[in-house]
């Protein structure tokens, strides 16, 4: 058994005392040991601050982007090794691997490409391009330019159980070609692979001291020092999310907090759909209620069709769902593996009940029990996929605000566009809405209604059903993150994800003065 250790002011150290035995999901055999006490936390921020911070400022944003494109390339030649370690610590099919471990190593890549193109500066100034400025005054002397700096602080991710690659990297990849050092705080109960991806990424020699630092086990005190120049980026569960935005520090500080927490996203499907969208749809709704055993944020939860197809969805999807082998993630055959720990599948079962409670049924799966491949008794966290069905879908309002963190999904009637929108907003605000549609109209009457509600809207149709990538993938070029009860949170979108630690600010004055200061001329 490994003992995950943190790596924290240019050391691996490792907590005190008995700390938290990690389980293997599949057999339930112990794995690794972590622990976090007695780890100085004060001492990483102020490394991070004081060390990390001044060396990354010190790089272009071309020199920042060659590091991620170093540690990219150290990523991808230990990528073996993540998928392995993905699919042991985490219950992970080597297809649900792949998206976590590829899915960081693309993120880090993107970025360095990024990153490659926007030059010697270390900074961005706004209208630097041969623009003016802003003019304030009669003479165009006295202007302003608009700059967006690194702040001077440290970046702490927070990270959820479910992507501790991905999640990691994603989230790294944007602060670094930032200029901003990192503290990265994978779930504990999945640190094992973000583990692994620290010693790969500290061993390819690409960081400078200080920029990176990692946390495995609870974050003890760590939130507790950060101040008006530092960030907090934090992924998990609304639950989670309130009790960190109301640290004394935070509010007192202004902490920078963004947040990507619960969404209960929804797809779609008009009436009257070509038959390359109507299989695209079915497609897209089996992989995203199956993907890492629906242990995804981007997860389709609720269904919605035409009530005329109501029977028909249902049949095609559970004739689908019933294809799914569920076991051992090792097994090539295996297309679905175990939810992450007995606690997450205590809580699928309990979720389950809920929306059974508020007015659904169950129309496939069993919530209690299921077929697993390659299962040695009763051992493993094994969950089916279960599709339920709720045919007053006004009335079930569970299914709106519930999130079931599980392979899930609820099959709903809707009558109209106006109805359609109105039962996707009832999810308060969610990562992604899809809509399946080949009507010019019904497709801009949605798309337009749902925007407000979501941080992205993924429209499907015949012209692109062989073409595009399925709604649950986020990709580094849009953003991710969304209103209300998904936290609010923005991230990635290209340089847009950047903003969140830079600090904009308005230079005001003579204008030869400033460009000179600015190196404009
Ligand atoms: P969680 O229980 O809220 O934990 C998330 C992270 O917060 C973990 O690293 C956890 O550390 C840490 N944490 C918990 N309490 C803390 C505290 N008092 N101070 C500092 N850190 C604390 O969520 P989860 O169970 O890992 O993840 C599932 C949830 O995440 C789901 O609701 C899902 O929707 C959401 N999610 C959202 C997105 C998105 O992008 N919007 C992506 C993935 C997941 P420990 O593990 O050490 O307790």
């Given at each position: 058994m490994i003992t995950l250790k943190s790596y924290l002011a240019g050391k691996w150290q490792a907590g005190a005392g008995e700390g938290s035995t990690l389980l293997?999901?599949?057999?339930?055999e112990p794995l690794a040991r972590v622990s976090s006490e007695g780890l100085d936390f004060a001492a990483a921020v102020a490394y991070g601050r004081d060390v990390g911070g001044p060396a990354l400022r010190a790089m272009s944003f071309v020199e920042r982007a060659a590091m991620l494109g170093k540690l990219a390339g150290a990523l991808r030649e230990a990528r073996e090794m993540l998928l392995d370690e993905s699919i042991k610590s985490g219950g992970t099919t080597r297809s649900d691997a792949k998206f976590d471990v590829d899915g960081a190593t693309g993120t880090i890549a993107y970025y360095a490409d990024l990153g490659s193109k926007l030059?010697?500066?270390?900074f961005f100034v706004e209208g630097a391009d041969g623009e003016q400025g802003e003019k304030l005054a009669r003479s165009p002397r006295f202007c302003g330019y608009h700059v967006r700096v690194p702040l001077r602080g440290v970046a702490v991710h927070v990270n959820a159980f479910n992507f501790p690659a991905w999640g990691m990297a994603e989230k790294a990849a944007v602060a670094l070609l930032a200029g901003v050092p990192v503290i990265s705080k994978p779930a504990t109960s999945t640190a094992a692979l973000a583990f692994r991806l620290m010693e790969v990424l500290v061993a390819?020699?690409?960081?400078?001291?200080?920029?990176w630092q990692l946390v495995c086990g609870s974050a003890g005190d760590l939130l507790t020092h950060l101040g008006g120049q530092d960030v907090l980026a934090f992924t998990g569960s609304a639950a989670t999310a309130r009790a960190l935005r109301a640290l004394p520090n935070v509010i007192e500080h202004s902490v920078r907090v963004n947040v990507e927490a619960d969404s209960l996203n929804a797809a779609v499907l008009a009436p009257d759909v070509d038959d390359d969208t109507y299989q695209m749809f079915l497609r897209d709704v089996v992989k995203e209620v199956t993907q890492k055993t629906g242990q995804?944020?981007?997860?389709?939860r609720r269904v919605l069709v035409p009530a005329d197809d109501l029977d028909r969805v249902e049949q095609d999807l559970a004739e689908r769902l019933q294809r799914i082998v569920v076991g051992d993630p090792s097994d090539s055959d295996v297309r679905m593996g175990p939810l992450v720990n007995r606690a997450q599948l205590a809580e699928a079962r309990a979720g389950v009940d809920k929306l059974v409670s508020a007015g659904a049924r169950v129309v496939y799966g069993d919530p209690n029990q299921v077929e697993a491949r390659g299962r040695s008794g009763d051992q493993g966290y094994f969950f089916g996929p279960v599709l339920l069905r709720a045919d007053a879908p006004d009335e079930a309002i569970a299914v709106h605000?519930?999130?079931?963190?599980?392979p899930v999904a609820t099959l709903m009637p809707y009558e109209g566009a106006e109805q359609a929108a109105k039962l996707v907003a009832m999810g308060g605000g969610g990562l992604v809405a899809s809509v399946y549609s080949d009507d010019a109209e019904l497709t801009k009457a949605l798309t337009l209604e749902l925007a407000p509600y979501h941080g992205r809207v993924f429209v499907g149709s015949k012209k692109v059903a062989d073409v595009a990538t399925p709604p649950g993938m986020v990709l580094p070029s849009c953003v991710h993150g969304g209103p209300g009860r998904a936290g609010g949170g923005e991230e990635l979108g290209g340089t847009r994800g950047l903003d969140l630690y830079l600090q904009r600010s308005a230079l005001q004055g003579d204008r030869a003065v400033l460009e000179r200061a600015l190196g404009l001329r």
């Open positions: 293997d999901p599949t057999t339930e030059g010697d500066r270390g390819s020699g690409a960081l400078p001291d200080g920029a995804k944020c981007t997860a389709t605000a519930h999130e079931v963190f599980g």
